[in-house]
């Protein structure tokens, strides 16, 4: 039965996103366990495109993307897919009903990264719409269970919060990204002269994206509302562990929440959420 297939390729989903990042495992633990396999299933795909472009240096990375930009879409037509993570994909496109646009939009950027290396303006908010935004507007589709009212309602608030996530992540980075990939992301930025005040000019810009990331949590319908607060604790966390490091270590090395530290963040939001004090 095709059942025990797609339960197989859920699995499959789960296993990558709990290999590859522990905060959004714990944000998905915290989720209504009706949305913890859409979800992963999210997850895993985003996370196998960008595998393709970051890491799978040995090989045409071009044609692999291509390649699985052409099955995603031969997926979600058919209902079906012999590759494990767009199996359990297809079926959240199509149960959710999410747009074909935003994930086009979201494959263009990877594709971004296969020639862009320095990002002017205009660039940089099209990597960021496509990397970002658009992966947090298919959860809120996943999390407004076709209420498309609530969903454009929504919209903007769950665009700022992925875009926060994202430049936090282009800071966490910013080393590895310049030494291994030769990308400069933010616009105008001479890594050369990354300086206190490049890097708290940065900061500030995420700080307005995660004010209205946080306000959009709060409108949430209660079944995700906590699970994505935990992502956004996390997160928030991390940019200020940033703000208190000198940008001179930041171009040197990638800054990290500890385990247990991100315990820590996770039961004083909940405790928080237990109180109503979000």
């Known amino acids: 039965m095709k059942a025990l297939y797609d339960n197989v390729s859920l699995k499959m989903s789960k296993t990558i996103t709990r290999a590859y990042s522990t905060s959004f495992s714990l944000g998905i633990f915290f989720l209504s366990k009706k949305f913890h396999n859409p979800i992963y299933a999210i997850y895993g795909f985003v996370r196998i495109a960008d595998e393709i472009v970051d890491t799978f240096h040995d090989f045409d990375k071009n044609e692999l993307l291509h390649r699985f930009w052409k099955d995603t879409y031969q997926a979600i037509d058919e209902g079906i897919s012999l590759n494990p993570v767009l199996n359990s994909f297809q079926a959240v496109v199509r149960e959710y009903n ?137 997160f928030y966390a991390l940019l200020r562990k940033i703000q208190n490091t000198p940008s001179s270590r930041i171009l040197h090395e990638r800054i990290r929440i500890k385990n247990r530290n991100k315990i820590a963040l996770l039961l004083r939001s909940y405790v928080r959420y237990s109180f109503n004090a979000l």
């Open 98 to 234: 999410i747009d074909k646009e935003l994930i086009d939009t979201f494959l263009r950027s990877m594709e971004m990264d296969l020639t862009e290396k320095a990002y002017d303006q205009n660039g940089y908010e099209e990597y960021i719409l496509g990397s970002a935004e658009v992966v947090g507007l298919m959860c809120l589709k996943v999390f407004v269970e076709g209420d498309q009212e609530k969903y454009e309602k929504l919209k903007p608030y769950a665009m700022k919060l992925g875009s926060a996530f994202q430049k936090i992540n282009f800071l966490r980075d910013l080393h590895a990204d310049y030494e291994a990939m030769g990308r400069t992301y933010f616009p105008g930025v001479d890594m050369n002269e990354f300086s206190e005040e490049i890097k708290q000019q940065i900061e500030a810009d995420i700080a307005v994206d995660f004010d209205l990331g946080l306000q959009g949590i709060m409108k949430l319908p209660s079944s995700s509302r906590f699970g994505v607060y935990v992502a956004y604790v996390y």
